[in-house]
């Protein structure tokens, strides 16, 4: 992590060194014996503090974001996400290789409710709780008007508990949209990952509707 990546970190409410979650902490320290070349610490978010779309994914996978120390990058799931971010005018180029392969997101950044690599890519709900924390620090500083997408029901469910929400007042579903305040909105799509993608649970037309849909609110064509 370089010193400005750092200090985005910490601005942004992120602690790059928590080990607060002994069984993540524990499997990262394993990750580093067996991948020496991974970045295996704890993701940071990635794209402008002030950007007004915020997308909120489950966890760092082992092979992509825990490995290249970026968000959706490395990995089958980041696929679908950047391209689609680049066909809205979020991301300076349709695939995002590594930490250093210099794309840029637009009025945009990327996040996840566990900031860690889990085993199996499967959080415990008490790891889930625990590192709340770090985004309603995050979401704290969210502009007005500002559009969040969920990736997935964990990531709906930490959003809304991250801005103080009983998540059970807001249903998830694919392509619902949810009135939060200050004029923020809440849309939720199914994760992008490669299972599915390829169950066709997500098409490539469905991601691109939220989206789109995204696009439109804030550019105020949608409200």
Excluded: W
Excluded at 88 to 105: I, K, N, Q, V, W
Excluded at 165 to 180: D, I, Q, V, W, Y
């Amino acid at each position: 992590m370089t010193a400005s990546t750092h200090l985005r970190a910490v601005e942004s409410g992120f602690d790059p060194g928590c080990e607060a979650c002994p069984r993540l902490a524990g499997f990262l320290s394993d990750i580093r014996q067996r991948f020496p070349g991974y970045f295996a610490r704890p993701v940071p978010p990635f794209g402008a503090l002030d950007a007004r779309l915020i997308v909120v994914g489950l966890a760092p996978g082992l092979h992509g974001a825990n490995a290249t120390g970026r968000p959706f990058t490395g990995d089958h799931a980041g696929i679908l996400l950047y391209a689609t971010l680049h066909a809205h005018g979020f991301a300076s180029a349709p695939c995002s290789t590594a930490a250093d392969d210099g794309l840029r997101l637009f009025d945009c950044r990327i996040t996840n409710a566990v900031k860690c690599v889990p085993p199996a890519n499967k959080p415990e709900g008490s790891e889930i709780r625990r590192c709340n924390r770090f985004l309603a620090r995050e979401l704290a500083g969210v502009p007005r008007g500002a559009v969040l997408v969920a990736l997935g029901a964990i990531a709906h469910d930490a959003i809304l508990r991250a801005l103080g929400t009983r998540p059970a007042s807001m249903a998830f579903g694919h392509g619902n949209e949810h009135a939060l305040a200050d004029e923020r909105i809440l849309l939720d799509s199914y994760h992008c990952s490669r299972y599915n993608t390829q169950t066709r649970r997500l098409t490539p037309a469905m991601f691109d509707a939220v989206f789109a849909r995204a696009r439109a609110l804030l550019d105020g064509d949608g409200r």
